[in-house]
C-alpha cells in the first residue's frame, strides 16, 4: 500500500457540557481529523487527540499539526506499507509527539483494513463483540450536581464511574460519593496532583473501597508509584506516565502499578498500544481504554483497540451521546447497558458522516504524496 494524499482538517467541536479536571476545564474541543487515501482509492481515517492547550501533556492541536506537516506526513513519500506496524518504525527518528503520530497512524490501519476487506478490530486482532464501558465525570461545582451526574450515569448503565480529585476536594467528596452511593465501582483520577508528601492524605483513600487511583503523582514518575504502591491497598494505575512499551514494562518491573490506562494517542498509536497491552497480559496487569473526549473517529478506533482480551476493566469510551450533540460518524456511538457493541464492518465500522465534518472543519491543508 502506497499513501497517495492526506488530508489533515482542523475542526471545532463544542462539548455538551465542560468537562473540569484539576489542570482546567474544557468545553469547546479544537482537533484535527486526519484522512489518508492509498493508490487504489482506499480511505483511512484519524483522529487527533492533543488540546489546545499542553495540560495533560506537551502537545497541542498546533504542535500537532506542525509535526504532521513537516515531518511524518513527508515521512510516508514513496513508502510502501506492508502492514500498519511497519508505520511506527517509519517515524523512529521522531522523538515524542506520540498523539501527531496516532493521528496518521490510526488512519493508516483504517485505510489498510478497509483495503483487505477487514473490520479494524479484526486487523487488530481483536475478538469481543461488545465491550464495558465506564463514564469519567469531571470535578463538579457541588456534590448535589455530581450525585445527579452519577445517578444518571448508573440508570444508563455505565459499569464504573471515574471522578476526579485534587487536593482539597478528596476524602470528604469520597466519603459523600460512598455515603450516597456504597457499592457503586468507583474510581479516582487525580491528575499528578499529588506528591508523596500526601502519602497519609492518600493511605486514607484505601477506606472507600476504590477499584483504582488513576495517576497519583507526577506525570513523567514511576519511581514514587512505585514507593505509594507499596503502601496501599488500592491499586494504582498509570495513565500520563507510559508513553510506550518499554514504559510500561519498566512501571511493572518497578511495581510503579497494578494496573494501566492505554491511550492510543498518548502512546503513539494502535501499534504500539497493542504492545503494551501484550506486556501487561503477559505480566497479569489488566488494561482499559484512557478517553480524550474524542469526537467519534477517535472513539471508533478506541472500541476496536479495546476488543482486545486483556482489556478486561471498563474503559473511558463513552457514547457520542454523552459529549456531543451530534457527532461526526453515523451510526454514532450508543452505550446500551453498559456496552458498546463491537462493529463488524470494514475498517473503523462507522462512517463519517461528511456533511457533520464540513460543518465544523475550519481549516484543510492538502498534501499529495
Ligand atoms: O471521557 C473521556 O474521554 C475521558 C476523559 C478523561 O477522563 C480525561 C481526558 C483527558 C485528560 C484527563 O483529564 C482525563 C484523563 O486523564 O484520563
Ligand atoms: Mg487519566
Request: aromatic share 6%; net charge neutral.
Amino acid at each position: 500500500m502506497k499513501i497517495s494524499e492526506v488530508l489533515i482538517r482542523k475542526l471545532e467541536m463544542t462539548m455538551k457540557q465542560p468537562f473540569t479536571t484539576s489542570f482546567g476545564t474544557m468545553q469547546n474541543r479544537k482537533f484535527l481529523v486526519i484522512e489518508v487515501v492509498d493508490e487504489l482509492g482506499n480511505h483511512g481515517w484519524g483522529e487527533g487527540v492533543a488540546f489546545e492547550i499542553p495540560w495533560y501533556t506537551e502537545e497541542t492541536v498546533k504542535t500537532s499539526l506542525h509535526i504532521l506537516q513537516d515531518f511524518l506526513i513527508p515521512m510516508l513519500k514513496g513508502k510502501t506499507i506492508q502492514h500498519p506496524d511497519e508505520v511506527n518504525k517509519i517515524f523512529k527518528t521522531i522523538r515524542k509527539n506520540n498523539m501527531a503520530k496516532a493521528a496518521i497512524e490510526c488512519a493508516v490501519w483504517d485505510c489498510w483494513a478497509k483495503r483487505n476487506n477487514l473490520s479494524l478490530t479484526k486487523a487488530l486482532g481483536g475478538a469481543k463483540s461488545e465491550i464495558d464501558v465506564g463514564i469519567s465525570i469531571g470535578l463538579q461545582k457541588d456534590f448535589d450536581i455530581l450525585a445527579k451526574r452519577v445517578e444518571q450515569s448508573l440508570l444508563t448503565g455505565f459499569k464504573r464511574i471515574k471522578v476526579k480529585i485534587k487536593p482539597g476536594n478528596d476524602t470528604e467528596l469520597l466519603k459523600q460519593i460512598r455515603t450516597r452511593f456504597p457499592n457503586v465501582p468507583l474510581m479516582v483520577d487525580a491528575n499528578s496532583a499529588y506528591t508523596l508528601e500526601d502519602m497519609d492524605l492518600l493511605k486514607r483513600l484505601d477506606q472507600f473501597n476504590l477499584m483504582m487511583i488513576e495517576q497519583p503523582l507526577a506525570s513523567d514518575d514511576i519511581v514514587d508509584h512505585a514507593k505509594l504502591q507499596k503502601e496501599l491497598k488500592t491499586p494504582i494505575c498509570l495513565d500520563e506516565s507510559i508513553l510506550s512499551a518499554e514504559d510500561a514494562r519498566k512501571a511493572i518491573e518497578l511495581g510503579s502499578c497494578r494496573i494501566i490506562n492505554i491511550k492510543i494517542g498518548r502512546v503513539g498509536g494502535l501499534t504500539e498500544a497493542k504492545r503494551i497491552h501484550d506486556i501487561c497480559q503477559e505480566s497479569g496487569i489488566p488494561v482499559w481504554c484512557g478517553g480524550m473526549l474524542e469526537a467519534g473517529v477517535g472513539r471508533a478506533h478506541n472500541i476496536a483497540l479495546t476488543s482486545l482480551p486483556n482489556f478486561s476493566l471498563p474503559g473511558d469510551t463513552a457514547g457520542s451521546s454523552s459529549y456531543w450533540e451530534r457527532d461526526i460518524i453515523f451510526p454514532e456511538v450508543i452505550v446500551e447497558k453498559g456496552v458498546i457493541p463491537v462493529p463488524t464492518s470494514i475498517g473503523i465500522g462507522f462512517e463519517v458522516d461528511i456533511d457533520e465534518l464540513n460543518r465544523h472543519t475550519t481549516d484543510i491543508v492538502k498534501i499529495k504524496l
